[in-house]
């Protein structure tokens, strides 16, 4: 009788360490906008030129008006944007926290938004 309890606890550990991991592993798509927005009553463009890294991601280059989907996993939890100049040069930098929770079924983020709106960064 043991033995069989022992048995049954660990099926229940490895089916549970299978759903954390499918969970936590699973790839979600992410589309990432660099559209105008309003912001107080006022219309913003996109930013001419960014670099945007979701958590340990290759980096994606858009520019002004750009909309290109890439993945992200529910472990990601900061996006960084780099706004560039002419010569693909950072001109400034902004680690901003995300949740892919809170971005719903189809996530949608909008760069030059979360760009302007977001006062506080992430330390590394």
């Not at 992410?30 to 219309?43: D, Q, R, S, T």
């Not at 280059?61 to 990601?76: C, K, M, N, V, Y």
Request: charged share 25%; aromatic share 6%.
């Amino acid at each position: 009788m043991k033995r069989i309890i022992v048995n049954c606890c660990l099926v229940l550990a490895l089916v549970g360490l299978g759903w954390y991991c499918y969970l936590s592993g699973k790839a979600y798509i992410v589309m990432l906008e660099n559209l105008p927005f309003e912001l107080h009553g006022e219309k913003r463009p996109g930013i001419e030129a960014v670099n945007v890294i979701i958590g340990d991601h290759e980096p994606v280059l858009l520019l002004e008006g750009d909309q290109i989907p890439t993945e992200a996993s529910r472990r990601d939890k900061v996006l960084q944007i780099d706004i560039l100049d002419e010569n693909n040069k950072v001109i400034e930098s902004k680690r901003i926290p995300f949740s892919l929770r809170d971005l719903g079924d189809q996530p949608k983020i909008n760069v030059a938004e979360a760009f302007m709106t977001q006062e506080t960064s992430v330390e590394e």
